[in-house]
Structures are given as C-alpha cells and as structure tokens.
C-alpha cells in the first residue's frame, strides 16, 4: 500500500490549496468600499443619540414603550424579589418555597463571575474546604489564580502560578492539595508541575514530568499517587503514561497504553482500584484500556457502544458503574467493571458536545451544558437505579461549560461561557434584575445564598439542588421542569 | 494589521477603514474561496465580512486581534454562504485529447480532482479548520481562539477531515500505482 507519509501529505493539502487564486475581484473591493459608509456602526450606547434624530411621533411612542417596560419591569421584580428577602435558609430544601413544591426548590442563579475569561482552557477544582479554584486558561495561558467561596458567591484572587497554561492536566489530591502539570503554552506543551497549597494559596514546584503533555488523562490511585496518561496537541497522541508520588514530588515512568490518546477526558478509577481510560482523542473513539496499579500495566477492554466524537465527560457512579455521556451522540455509555461490558443508556433528550456532569449526594448525575445546541443549553439528570435520563430545566444559554463541582451546601457550580449573541440581546435587562436580587439577598442572607452578578460574555451559573430535592429521584423518566428564578 | 488604523476605523473613520478593506480584502478572499471552492460565493462571503467588519468594529475589545477578529467573520460568512441555497454550477474541466500528456501531469490533475472532490464532501467547519492549519499554519490553539471553539473540537474536525483527503489522496496514489505496473 503506498501511503503517504503525514509530511508529505501535509505538503500536497499545502501545495494543493496554494495553487487556488489570491486576489479578490475588484469587483468585490469596490462593493465594499462604496456599502460600508452607508452603514450604521452598531455602539452600546447610541440609543440617546438616535432617539434625538426620530421625529416627535415615535420619539413620544418610543418613550410611552419604555415606559411601559421600566413600570412593568419594576412590578415585577418587586414581586419576585419578595420571598427570598429575609430567607435565612440557605438551601432551598430548608426554604418555605422549596418545601412547598418540588418544581419550586431548584433553580438556576446566576453568581459572582471570575475576574478573568478563562475560556474552555482553564482549570477548575472544588476544594475540601468548600471553595472552587480556578486558574490559567484564557487567551494567553494565564497565570492567575482564584478562588470561589460559596458563602459570599463571590471569587478572589489567589497566588498566581508559576508558569502559564492552558488544558493543564488537573486533580486534587488525597490531602487537598491541587495538582496542576503540563499544559499548552505559547503552542507548545510543558512537562513542568506544581501543587497549589488552599490553606496558604501558594504554588510550589514539583518537578517535571518525565514528558511534555497536554489534554493527557489523569486520575488519583488508591494509593495516593497520580496516573498521568496520554495527551498531544497538534503532534502525535502519547501511548506513555507515569506516576506522581505526592510524598517524594517525584515522576516516574510506568506502563505504555496500548492506543496513543488525549482527553479532554479524566481517567476514571474504579472500586477495585484500577483506571479506566475511554475513547478521547484517538485513531478509535470507541476503544477503552484499562491500567492496574499493582502491575503497572495497562489491559485493553471492551469498545464502547457509541462513538463520542467531540469532547466527552464520564463520572463513576455509586454502584461502581462507570458514566461516559456527552460528545454528540443522543445516549451514553455504560462500563460495568465486574463483567467488562458496555451498555447504551436510555436515550437522551439532547445531544451535547461540551459538558461536564457531577454526582448529586443521592446517587444521580447531573449533566449540564451543551457545544451545538442553539437554544438554551441543556440540563440532563441520569438516574443509575432506572437507566433513565429525565430533562431539568435549561441553563441560561451557555454554550460550553467547562466545570460542574458540587458544593457541601448541595448545590452544583457551573463555570462556563456564554453565549455573546444572548449576552448582547438579553444581558443588559437580565443583569439589572439579577442585581436587583443580589442586593436584596446580602442584605437579608448572607450565608451561602450567592451575590448575583452577571457579566457580558462569562457567567458562572449555580443550579439550586438539594439531596432530598434532586427531581429525578422523585419522578424518575419523567421530565421535570425547574423554575427559573 | 496596524493598530492605530483600526482604532481609527472604531471611531467612525471611513477612511482608515478604506484603508483596512484594501489591504484586507485579498486575505479574505483567499480564505474564503479556500473554504467555499467558490468564486462567486467567496465574493459574497468577503463582503459580508467586511461590511459586517466596519458595522461591529466598535465592539472589538483589543485592536491587536483585529486579524483574528476578521478572519472568524469571513469563517462565518462562509458557513452560512455554504448552507444557503445550492447553487446549480455546471463543473466541466476540460481535458487535451489530442495533446500528449505526461504521467505527472495527469496525475497531477487527477490528484487535484479527488482532492477537490473529498474536499466539498467535508462540512464547512471541517474546511475552515482544514485552511487555516493547512494554507495560514495556524497552530490549533490559534485555530481553536479565531473559530471560538475549544481546541478539542477543532483537533477532532482536523483529524476527520484529514482523514478523509488522505482517503482519497491514498485511492488516487494506489489506482496509478496499478495502471503503471499493468502491461502497455
């Protein structure tokens, strides 16, 4: 067979493309430049300025419509305002309104957004403490730190990394510390690592890994010690994998998988101690391996029922099962490791590429968010006991969602990023209600019911749902509705 | 592009934006052709970047990624050029019956054609991912920050669309291969 090698393949796409024509029509050129002056510039504020130039008519029925929207507006805020101010139940399972009706006790609320758009390439990790952090990412592989504490629903800056990053590889240790180790930067991928210390917020070095990767796996084992595996960006997918021992701060080699991969997707330890790796980024999407840390080996398994094309999130469930959703297909896949087999869920209402899901305290799993959906970003609950999937209410329209942590109050802490088109059309009116709750809600409670605050283009969401109110465990395959607040 | 012209064109200066659209305009026809395989649609993307360029130019937050910037609006222009209406375009290529051809040019025009073929058979985000790592050499976290998708997704719509050129790439190398060594 006479295949070609990747450069000389790159070479022929290059060549093959340069050959098609460079230089526009001047036909092109004059349409531009004879349309553009007739066009109007789109600014944030130009509405005063336009309003001077309308003739009295529509200036007088333009004033008597936002007249009517201000009052109306007005009314209604003070209306929905009024039963959380002097709440001092934190919860909403322990909240008159949340006991009342089930459909009433979860909600989405919008929280206190990170100082810096960390993009899909920052890390976030909830803490022992209670408090989130995130870091890097962005733009240029940040170096800044912060931190969410729920009580205020506010972040703060923290010790600042050592080195940029962006797709780190991220876990949290057994003793709460964070480990954070490789990365993309400047397009290239880093072998450095460090450990972030909460009760101190500093970053300390630890070492290099034995090889520079990016979107690798990484899982902590029984042990303590943490499974590096895989990873690559633009060049070839890693087979190698090591250890980091925590006690020692040392790297060192172990078994090679049997498939080159990269995530973003976490291994997943199992009951019995041993890690799954499935699908991510690899010549075969439905391909799964499995590393035992007694031998150090790695051991192929069965193949997924269903290919995850895009980015891919996977939990393990509280029966030992292990979850692999997301990554556009409209079912998940399920591992069993007693018997090393896949099963397909029960179908699902939607099909996401980007989320991320977290285990509620009842057993269920709460997949939130959604890359390909235009509409609302999607919010799914998994129930293991019935293989159902039931629809929750729709996130504020966020298109990727790049962290789901539950925090000890039983609610869940989603970081994403908006959508800009929704942001523009709707934030403006949205974000003045929701600082109107804000102000009510500090004042009245300040526990860990969040300051609200919204910002164009990066939100960070919080969906109320308590153990005891978790919809899918009371109306298990039916769809439930949540209200938004 | 310089700094200072687009912060000028932010403000309303329809002549430093002149200014951008000239020395713009050939990139992003390039790019758009690239993606639509399509004169008359290019042109239309081009435009439609462009205006939309001068249109939203305030809003950009940072001067500096004004490439960028325009280069993911000519991306969009062309995804939804790609999903309009199809447009019915009789393809005939021309082959010199009566000239010789070499071995090397025939195989060049044949590789060409499957190329092209494989080519329109990739989404237009498959295509977009495809010349902008391929003809601008962008490198995928660039890719993934001008298109505004992670940059998993833009690996995964290379690797697929990568996959299928080299199919096809492969089918023409092999049916040379066999005509070669078949007896005159």
Redesign the interface.
Same mark, same amino acid.
């Given at each position: 067979m006479n295949r070609s090698t990747d450069h000389e393949f790159d070479q022929r796409i290059a060549d093959w493309l340069e050959d098609d024509p460079n230089l526009a029509p001047r036909q092109a050129l004059d349409t531009v430049l004879a349309a553009f002056p007739s066009i109007p510039q789109r600014r944030t504020w130009r509405a005063p300025r336009r309003f001077q130039t309308m003739s009295v008519p529509i200036r007088l029925a333009t004033a008597a419509v936002i007249g009517v929207l201000v009052v109306g507006g007005a009314l209604y805020l003070a209306r929905s305002a009024q039963p959380s101010v002097g709440m001092p139940g934190p919860t909403p399972a322990t909240s008159p309104s949340a006991a009342a009706s089930p459909s009433q006790a979860s909600a989405w609320r919008l929280t206190g957004p990170p100082a810096e758009d960390r993009g899909f390439n920052g890390i976030t990790v909830g803490l022992l403490d209670g408090r989130v952090l995130t870091a890097s990412g962005g733009r240029n592989a940040s170096k800044t730190a912060e931190l969410y504490d729920p009580r205020t629903g506010t972040w703060t800056a923290t010790g600042s990394l050592h080195e940029g990053r962006s797709y780190a590889i991220t876990v949290r240790l057994d003793d709460g510390k964070v480990l954070v180790a490789g990365g993309d930067n400047a397009g290239s991928n880093g072998s450095s690592a460090e450990t972030f210390d909460p009760a101190t917020g500093v970053w300390t070095v630890v070492g290099q890994m034995t090889e520079s990767r990016g979107q690798a796996f990484a899982a902590v084992l029984s042990d303590g010690k943490v499974l590096v595996a895989g990873g690559g960006m633009d060049v070839g997918l890693k087979k190698t994998a090591e250890l980091f021992d925590p006690v020692t701060a040392k790297w060192t080699p172990t078994g090679d998988m049997i498939d080159g991969r990269a995530g973003p997707l976490s291994a997943l330890r199992m009951r019995d101690g041993r890690v799954l790796v499935a699908g991510g980024f690899a010549d075969d999407k439905t391909s799964a391996e499995i590393y035992d840390p007694t031998t150090g080996l790695w051991a192929a398994t069965g193949k997924m029922d269903v290919q995850h094309v895009d980015e891919q999130t996977g939990i393990a469930l509280t029966d030992g099962r292990i979850l692999i959703a997301g990554g556009r297909p409209t079912s998940a896949d399920l591992f069993d490791p007693t018997t090393e087999a896949w099963t397909a869920s029960d179908a699902m209402d939607a099909s996401t590429d980007l989320t991320a899901c977290v285990a509620l305290p009842d057993g269920t799993v709460l997949l939130v968010g959604g890359g390909t959906s235009v509409t609302f970003a999607t919010t799914q609950i998994f129930d293991p006991a019935t293989n159902l999937w039931s629809s929750a209410q729709p996130m504020t329209r966020t298109r990727y969602v790049r962290s789901a942590t539950l925090l000890p109050s039983g609610t869940v802490l989603v970081v994403g990023k908006l959508d800009q088109r929704w942001t523009r059309a709707f934030g403006r009116a949205i974000r003045r209600r929701l600082l109107t709750h804000g102000t009510a809600r500090t004042a009245a409670a300040p526990s860990d019911q969040p300051i609200v605050r919204s910002r164009r283009g990066l939100a960070t969401v919080i969906v109320l749902i308590s153990a005891s109110e978790t919809p899918a465990s009371r109306r298990r395959g039916r769809k439930v509705s949540l209200r938004y607040v | 592009m310089q700094p200072e012209l687009v912060e000028r064109a932010m403000t309303?200066d329809?002549d430093a934006?002149?200014s951008i659209?000239?020395s713009a305009?050939?990139g992003?026809?390039?790019l758009a052709?690239?993606i639509l395989r399509d004169?008359d649609r290019a042109?239309d993307a081009?435009?439609q970047a462009?205006?939309g360029a001068?249109?939203?130019?305030?809003?950009l937050r940072d001067a500096e990624r004004f490439d960028a910037w325009l280069h993911r609006l000519v991306v969009n222009a062309c995804y939804t050029e790609a999903r309009g209406e199809r447009r019915h375009v009789a393809r005939v290529r021309l082959l010199q019956m009566d000239l010789p051809t070499s071995p090397d040019v025939a195989r060049s025009v044949a590789?060409?054609d499957d190329?092209n073929h494989a080519f329109r058979q990739l989404s237009p985000e498959q295509r977009a991912v495809?010349?902008l790592y391929? /003809?601008l050499g962008y490198?995928?976290?660039?890719i993934?920050?001008t298109l505004g998708?992670?940059?998993?997704?833009a690996?995964?719509r290379l /690797?697929y669309a990568?996959r299928q050129?080299?199919v096809a790439?492969?089918a023409n190398?092999?049916s040379f291969?066999s005509s070669e060594e078949r007896p005159a």
């Open positions: - | 309303g329809t934006f002149a659209v000239s305009i050939d992003c026809y390039a052709y690239r004169p042109q081009t435009q462009l205006l001068w249109r939203d130019l305030p809003n590789t060409r190329l495809v010349v391929h /003809h490198p995928l976290t660039e993934a920050e998708i992670p940059v998993g997704t690996r995964s /690797h990568v050129l080299r790439l492969d190398d092999r291969a």
